[in-house]
């Protein structure tokens, strides 16, 4: 129960930040909030399995497991737009 209320409450404080951050960029940084969004929420599922492993060992896979399609779908987010930016800035 500690685990599901840590990772709501966490989940909680991404998505609000997440919301004020996608509310004052620009149109163009849109796509760098989501993607942040998601690499802070891998670090939140990978904090949680080390705070929590102990305490809900059969739920080890489940929070290495989500840490790791966050950080991919992180990675996948971001491409596209860090090849924008090189595309319009140069280097």
């Known amino acids: ?6 990772l709501f409450r966490a989940t909680l404080g991404v998505v609000v930040m997440g ?4 509310w ?13 969004g998601l690499a802070v929420e891998a670090v939140v599922f990978w904090v949680c399995g080390l705070l929590y ?3 809900y ?3 080890m896979a489940t929070f290495a497991g989500m840490t790791v399609i966050f ?3 992180s990675i996948a987010v971001m491409l596209p737009f ?3 930016f090189v595309m319009l800035h140069g280097t």
């Open 82 to 84: 860090a090849r924008q």
């Open 24 to 36: 004052l960029a620009g149109s163009f940084f849109h796509i760098p909030v989501l993607g942040t």
């Open 53 to 55: 492993t102990e305490d």
């Open 1 to 6: 129960m500690r685990a599901i209320q840590f």
């Open 57 to 59: 060992p059969h739920h």
């Open 19 to 22: 919301a004020i951050a996608w």
């Open 71 to 73: 950080g991919l779908l």
